[in-house]
């Protein structure tokens, strides 16, 4: 079992270009959570997936953030228009619904924005 | 202001000796708590969770959990200098509507001296 497998490790992308994460569960697991991490602010939830369908996306910024699920092993996470303040590191974890209720975390995407 | 306030924000103890790492939650909606630790330039990793009132011990960690107040703490005897780390609790919604998501506090960064 490889884990929760995030690319790209690292991106630099300049202001106002747009950054796509991409995310692969574990197999097996039906529930994809996204969250972001900073010194300042710690690690914060985004948004998640359960089967693929959006359950809740409280955390995402209402503008330039978005997400999506179209099938069971990948799910992607796209800025627009990136700002310094989204420079952060990325985090997606998975986890089986109806079994263990533990998350587990991929290793990240570390985004920087210049 | 944070909903999972931990305390203290860092933390130093000599290798061999027991640290305790604190966790209340401000939303009483919350009903199951997760201990995980990060270490420097990794993804978080469970440690353990817990929703009962009471103790729950797995080798040199103990949980603690007091449902009327909302609080946990986390203690790791014989420390070790491995154990240096960021730890996070994390709070969650399971039993009146899963929710899904993890809300963190910003952590208790422990330094184990050998």
């Known amino acids: 079992n490889a884990g929760v497998i995030q690319t790209p490790r690292h991106k630099v992308t300049g202001k106002g270009q747009e950054a796509t994460l991409w995310c692969e569960p574990i197999?097996?697991?039906?529930?994809v959570f996204w969250y972001r991490q900073t010194i300042v602010q710690g690690l914060e939830f985004l948004t998640y997936f359960r089967n693929q369908a959006p359950i809740d996306d409280s955390g995402m910024p209402k503008e330039r953030f978005s997400a999506q699920m179209p099938n069971q092993s990948h799910s992607t996470l796209k800025i627009q228009s990136t700002q310094p303040q989204d420079s952060a590191v990325y985090l997606c974890a998975s986890r089986d619904w109806g079994g263990q209720d533990t998350q587990y975390f991929g290793p990240g995407t570390r985004l920087l924005v210049l | 202001q944070q909903k999972v306030q931990q305390s203290p924000e860092s933390l130093i103890v000599p290798e061999g000796g027991m640290a305790s790492l604190n966790c209340t939650s401000s939303?009483?909606?919350?009903?199951y708590f997760w201990w995980y630790r990060q270490h420097s330039g990794k993804s978080p990793k469970m440690l353990m969770s817990i929703f009962s009132n009471g103790e729950k011990e797995e080798g040199r960690f103990t949980v603690h959990l007091n449902k009327a107040s909302l609080h946990t703490s986390l203690h790791i005897r014989d420390s070790q200098p491995s154990d240096s780390a960021l730890y996070l609790c994390?709070?969650?919604?399971?039993?009146?509507?899963?929710?899904?998501?993890?809300?963190f506090g910003l952590g208790t960064t422990l330094q184990v001296q050998p």
């Open positions: 939303d009483r909606n919350v009903d």
């Open positions: 994390a709070a969650s919604v399971v039993r009146t509507g899963n929710t899904g998501k993890l809300i």
């Open positions: 197999s097996g697991h039906s529930a």
